[in-house]
């Protein structure tokens, strides 16, 4: 290269260097507003500066903003403080103008008097001054007799607690309306259509802020369906072609009306009439005691037969259309049913790539309608930090990779690597969704673990492949895989390494079912799960032991009002080798009870048998059961009492147990922003030799 060419560059770049150093032709930025709040708390502030940042984003950007901004910042700042139920706010406005004058203006409970105009301000601070907070104090009904007063209560104020702050008791004349407009609904819905309910006594205490109001009610007779004479009309035609009287004895509702078309559009559907129209009238009443019985009737217009035309996948950047196509239960020439057609969606929606999915139809002639499936894909690279605390293994932290829609066919690939003060973990999954028919996934899986157990330390590895068949009308999984893994236990206490197998290599056919019918997975307060685990190991099974392992559990969960929930957990394991020796079973795969989860007198692993020696060498069957009564203080902080059993049996030959465990304690526990948190402490009612008195429990986080 010539040293021309090389001068002339750095030239160019010191030239350039200059230019930004200087600034020559580079307007300055302009200083965006400066926006403060104070008096509403420190997470208030923020939140009330969120709002008007929301609200307000392209004014705010600006070097000044001028009344209108001021003034609609105001509104927000007291709709948001009356929503939380200070229904007489005080919001002082101090402006720094755009000369350099300061100029302030008080608001109570509105925006007036308006600022002058023309007015600019480079900054703005805003002064809040809550006031009293206004809370349901009673809430007393006269003819309420459809639900009971703690019921129709809900309606107006949160769940019970024991401590009822008042920030769960919330006062506003917009939650007063919005609560009898639920009843309301409650009882139409109910039968009750000539219901009425209205606040008949509403009694403010501007000192303390509580609030007293009498709700009047107005339940009127109960509606009931006696007959529905359903008629159906093909077009073209004044004669029904079919004829039906149906008799529900249902309470009368417009949601109940509401089914009732559905049902009958989802019947003629079937027959590929889309447009099929349905009229609901009420033929006759009959007043009958205290009900009023209906007499109804459905006339039913089909419409013209329509068939599908063109199937069309639109808006895929990656995902291949056959993978699309294989979900939709429809094909050219097929008689045009929506419920089918929805039933695509749904299925194109559930592979889990897509942010939306839209169905349309498309007019080809009177006879014939496209269908297009409009999607649109999400991210296919997601990564999450993993964090949480635990009584035995501390602080744990891990990191989990999620790739999805692989090859365009809506695979994931998901990647979990977790290190905690006990052990170091990493699997892998490889899931191929909806492989076989609609609801059976394929996966792949590989793991490995090193894990410091109480008296032992566990290496474990390995893989394998199975498939998993959803069945969501029950709320069930249920799956069966192969697996292949080599289990090494280490410092194994001599009395059990005496009978059972350290260093084996596992192939065994592994079931698991799952039935969950909870109302939350983390916070149940009512339904229950149940689990079952079923592992058959063979030599056939290219491994080297022989043993049956199976394990069931299940939890029932009931809340008694108050805020009060009782929980009932119960679970049993048993492993046998039958028809070979009991040195064929897996130290790894023996019992060990104990821990935050199991029996809380003891550190995980810790409540299982002991040999002389007082080293832990597990069980070969157990029982365990607890129950717990939690107390809500408030609607994040509970107060908890626990009752733990287990009993065990460290050989099969003594089956189900020769010996029993008795835990009891209590806590708290606290629904916070990063998950549950619990601290429990669990006395122990019968503690053997080396078992300790009791045992504290701190948790942090979500299980992973």
């Known amino acids: 290269m010539s040293a021309a060419p090389i001068c002339t560059w750095f030239s160019v770049l010191a030239c350039s260097i200059a230019l930004n150093v200087c600034g020559a032709d580079q307007p300055p930025k302009p200083k965006p ?76 409970g509105s925006v007036d008097p308006p600022l002058p105009r023309p007015l600019a301000a480079k900054a703005v601070h805003f002064k809040v001054f809550k006031g009293q907070r206004y809370y349901f104090d009673q809430i007393t009904f006269a003819g309420l007799e459809a639900l009971p007063e703690k019921q129709a209560r809900s309606f107006f104020v949160g769940s019970e607690t024991l401590i009822p702050l008042k920030a769960n008791r919330i006062f506003t004349p917009g939650r007063l309306k919005q609560g009898m407009a639920t009843l309301s609904e409650f009882l139409e819905r109910a039968g009750f259509q000539q219901a009425r309910v209205q606040a008949s006594e509403v009694r403010q205490d501007d000192k303390t802020g509580a609030v007293n109001v009498r709700i009047e009610v107005e339940q009127g007779p109960l509606h009931l369906v006696r007959s529905v004479l359903v008629e159906t009309f093909v077009i073209a035609t004044n004669q029904p072609i079919y004829r039906e009287t149906l008799r529900p004895n249902q309470p009368y509702s417009q949601l109940w009306v509401q089914d009732l078309i559905q049902t009958l559009k989802a019947t003629n559907y079937i027959g590929g009439y889309p447009d099929t129209t349905v009229e609901v009238t009420t033929v006759r009443r009959e007043v009958v005691t205290n009900s009023v019985q209906l007499d109804m009737a ?39 049913n929506p419920a089918k057609a929805e039933k695509g969606r749904s299925r194109i929606a559930r592979l889990g790539v897509f942010d939306s999915v839209q169905l349309r139809y498309d007019d080809v002639d009177p006879e014939t309608r496209d269908i297009e ?232 692993g810790e409540a299982a048998p002991r040999d002389p020696q007082g080293h832990i060498v597990g069980a070969e069957s157990y029982l365990f059961g607890s129950v717990d009564l939690e107390q809500a203080l408030t609607p994040k902080l509970g107060l908890v009492a ?57 948790s942090l986080g979500f299980p992973f």
Not at 299 to 313: A, D, L, N, W
């Open 33 to 108: 507003i400066k926006i403060e709040f104070s008096g509403y708390g420190i997470l208030g502030n923020r939140i009330l500066k969120r709002l008007v940042r929301t609200m307000q984003a392209e004014d705010m950007r600006n070097e000044t903003v001028d009344a209108n901004f001021i003034e609609n910042a105001g509104l927000i700042v007291i709709s948001r403080m009356r929503e939380d139920g200070f229904l007489n706010p005080v919001v002082i406005a101090d402006m720094v103008l755009a000369d350099d004058r300061r100029f302030a203006m008080r608001w109570r």
């Open 298 to 336: 459905a006339k039913v217009q089909t419409g013209p037969q329509i068939s599908v035309g063109r199937i069309r996948f639109v808006g895929q950047k990656q995902t291949k259309e056959r993978v699309m196509a294989d979900r939709v239960p429809l094909e050219s020439g097929d008689l045009l």
């Open 373 to 604: 499936y409009d999607v649109k894909e999400g991210k296919s690279l997601n990564l999450n930090l993993l964090f949480g605390f635990g009584s035995y293994e501390l602080l744990r932290g891990g990191v989990e990779v999620e790739k999805k829609n692989l090859w365009g066919s809506a695979h994931l690939a998901r990647l979990r690597a977790i290190q905690s003060f006990k052990s170091t973990s990493g699997d892998f999954l490889y899931t191929m969704p909806q492989f076989i028919g609609e609801e059976v996934d394929l996966f792949l899986n590989g793991f490995g673990l090193v894990r410091k157990e109480i008296d032992f330390t566990r290496r474990e590895y390995g893989g394998g492949a199975g498939g998993l068949k959803h069945f969501p009308a029950i709320s069930s999984d249920l799956s069966m895989r192969y697996n292949y893994q080599v289990l090494r236990a280490f410092d194994v206490p001599p009395a059990a390494a005496l009978r059972s197998v350290q260093n084996p290599g596992v192939g065994a056919i592994i079931t698991d079912f799952r039935h969950d019918l909870r109302d939350s997975p983390i916070y149940p307060t009512r339904g229950y799960k149940l689990f079952m685990t079923v592992e058959y190991a063979s030599q056939y099974l290219a491994g080297d032991v022989n043993y049956e392992r199976f394990e069931i559990a299940g939890s029932f969960h009931h809340g008694l009002g108050g805020g009060r929930v009782i929980s009932v957990g119960v679970s049993h394991g048993l492993i046998s080798a039958v028809g070979s020796a009991a040195e064929d079973i897996p130290f790894n795969k023996r019992f060990f009870p104990g821990g935050e989860y199991s029996i809380r007198g003891y550190q995980e």
């Open 642 to 698: 626990f009752f733990d059993a287990v009993g065990f049996a460290r050989d099969f030959a003594d089956y189900p147990v020769n010996e029993a465990l008795y835990s009891v304690g209590g806590g708290l526990r606290w629904k916070s922003i990063v998950g549950p948190v619990r601290l429990e402490y669990g006395y122990n009612l019968n503690p053997r030799k080396f078992d300790p008195v009791g045992t504290l429990h701190f």
